[in-house]
């Protein structure tokens, strides 16, 4: 069965500091994407970052980075220089063969950025 | 990147009437979309899963005949819930996809926030 486990469903942290919201998950497949979405108050989807199985190097995008250890099966976000715009709904999803190419998601962890 | 809508962005109708939702991708010819339904501080449920010109493929637990889905071409879906009830209520999203593979990136429209009174 695939399954995405966030077990943080709040966190804080300070303006400009680093913060990283943690991912699980679970699949039988060897191949499968990861993604991470935030959603702010407003609803919207926004995509932030993909790792693919087999990706050697760690995702970057930006402040966002993938911290992917696929032996532990977790695919850990982490975000650099926190700003204030960054308190959003952060859910990591994932999609594979086996799935269908449903993307599945996590439960979400909300971020609370202070000044 | 590309841009998938949904209209109306909130609806809010009388308990016992149907209610339709658009989902179109608009600079793209999508493979695939999706419908998602989320409640309040919850993850984002995947209730469907359409290919154009075929029947939605629905998950477990959600019932086609109450969620009616419409892909009648590869840049449009729709999503009508019918006789919709209060426990209806929610946020409805539906994505896309231009491929069927764990790489290719799924464009999410912005919500539909339908309320039944």
């Known amino acids: 069965a695939q399954k995405i486990t966030q077990t943080q469903p709040g966190m804080f942290v300070q303006e400009k500091e680093a913060v990283t919201l943690d991912c699980t998950y679970d699949?039988?497949?060897?191949?499968?994407?990861l993604f991470w979405y935030k959603q702010p108050s407003s609803g919207e989807m926004i995509f932030l970052i993909y790792q693919g199985s087999y990706d050697e190097q760690n995702a970057t995008e930006g402040r966002y980075s993938l911290n992917f250890q696929k032996a532990r099966k977790s695919a850990n976000l982490v975000i650099s220089a926190s700003q204030l715009g960054d308190s959003a709904m952060y859910f990591c999803a994932m999609r594979s063969l086996t799935g269908g190419f449903k993307t599945i998601f996590g439960a979400g962890t909300r971020l609370f950025v202070k000044a | 990147g590309a841009v998938v809508s949904q209209h109306p962005s909130r609806v809010i109708c009388k308990s016992g009437t149907s209610v339709k939702i658009e989902c179109r991708s608009l600079?793209?010819?999508?493979?695939?979309m999706f419908w998602y339904r989320q409640f309040p501080k919850q993850s984002l449920m995947l209730m469907a899963t359409?290919?154009?010109?075929?029947?939605?493929?629905?998950e477990q637990g959600v019932e086609k005949d109450k969620f009616l889905i419409n892909h009648a071409s590869l840049t449009l879906s729709t999503l009508t819930v019918t006789s919709a009830h209060p426990e209806d209520s929610s946020f409805y999203i539906c994505s896309a996809t231009r491929g069927r593979g764990p790489y290719n990136e799924q464009f999410f429209g912005p919500g539909t926030r339908l309320t039944v009174l």
């Open positions: 600079d793209f010819q999508a493979t695939t």
């Open positions: 699949t039988s497949d060897q191949s499968y994407g």
């Open positions: 359409s290919n154009e010109g075929s029947k939605a493929t629905y």
